[in-house]
């Protein structure tokens, strides 16, 4: 004889597995840091859909005229929300900041800069259990599959000295800036380096 299966069990036992699923995803948490077996950063992959914090042309941390490229600055939802309500960043937080090329010639255009190609992306990780300094700091290229930490020589000394709050460049970021000095957590001498 066959028996009959209550449609309220069928529901449950789908909406449980549906959970159970979702909850084993390694993306149930859009925006935090995966690793490699042998600590390589994985790539965010869904970084345009973060929060963007500005963009920069042409920034150089040296006096001297390079390429002119526009960098533009993304940090997931999460850690944005985190940071408005403490001027802190939390753990695992993620920055991209993804590099284009600048051009001012093409289609209608006649004066001004308007971004073009993708030039690469660097990752700005803080991960208190993975990195003793709490901060690293990552270069991708396209089709770069995993990245290793770049020596601390380089970036992270640059976001230690200079940063506004904490290894974070605040003081570009003009809808942070203001949120970081109600908390306390700016650092004004940031502004004043020759």
């Known amino acids: 004889m066959l028996r009959l299966i209550p449609a309220s069990l069928i529901a449950v036992v789908v909406v449980l597995a549906a959970a159970v699923l979702l909850g084993a995803s390694p993306d149930s948490t859009p925006g935090l840091p995966q690793y490699t077996g042998d600590n390589q950063l994985l790539p965010p992959s869904d970084y345009r859909e973060w929060i963007f914090l500005s963009s ?15 960098t533009n600055v993304f940090v997931p939802q999460w850690a944005y929300r985190e940071f408005m309500k403490s001027g802190k960043w939390p753990d695992k937080t993620m920055f991209v900041v993804e590099d284009r090329g600048s051009t001012s010639k093409g289609s209608i255009n006649k004066v001004g800069h308007y971004q073009t190609d993708s030039m690469g992306i660097g990752v700005e990780v803080k991960d208190e259990s993975r990195f003793p300094d709490k901060w690293a700091y990552f270069n991708f290229d396209e089709g770069t599959k995993s990245a290793s930490a770049n020596p601390k020589a380089g970036c992270w000394n640059c976001h ?4 506004a709050v904490e290894h974070v460049f605040v003081q570009f970021y003009p809808t942070l800036k203001p949120v970081a000095k109600k908390f306390g957590t700016y650092r004004e001498a940031a502004e004043n380096v020759q």
């Open 56 to 70: 920069g042309l042409g920034m150089s941390y040296s006096a001297q005229a390079g390429h002119e490229m526009f």
């Open 160 to 163: 230690e000295q200079h940063a």
